[in-house]
């Protein structure tokens, strides 16, 4: 059983900076791709930010320059450091993991709130 355990979500003002942690845990036999999505009140889920396994990045334009997205391979976990944050990155932030076990397939975490007030 594959688990993503997100942590790191909380209230902060504007221009103040986060980091978000999410930590794979159960059988794995390797991991490629990790990201992070997010989904406000009333709109789709997006991407925020991806990297591979060989460290290759991409970021949503509305973050680009403000968050970094970075994985520790021996830890299988992957993190979002979100820096100058807005009223507008205001979501549901869930960690992604392709994974490969027994099958491949696509993990969530159960989400973290991000709440950035004016």
């Known amino acids: 059983q594959v688990q993503l355990v997100e942590s790191g979500g909380g209230l902060v003002q504007a221009g103040g900076s986060l980091r978000l942690s999410c930590a794979a845990s159960?059988?794995?036999?390797?991991?490629?791709?990790m990201g992070w999505y997010r989904q406000a009140p009333g709109k789709q889920r997006e991407l925020v930010a991806v990297i591979t396994s060989v460290g290759s990045t991409n970021y949503a334009d509305s973050v680009k320059g403000r968050f970094t997205i970075s994985r520790d391979n021996a830890k299988n976990t992957v993190y979002l450091q979100m820096n100058s944050l807005k009223p507008e990155d205001t979501a549901v932030y869930y960690c992604?993991?392709?994974?490969?076990?027994?099958?491949?397939?696509?993990?969530w975490g159960q989400g973290t709130q991000v709440t950035v007030s004016s």
């Open positions: 992604n993991a392709r994974i490969q076990t027994f099958v491949g397939a696509d993990y």
């Open positions: 159960g059988i794995i036999f390797s991991i490629n791709a």
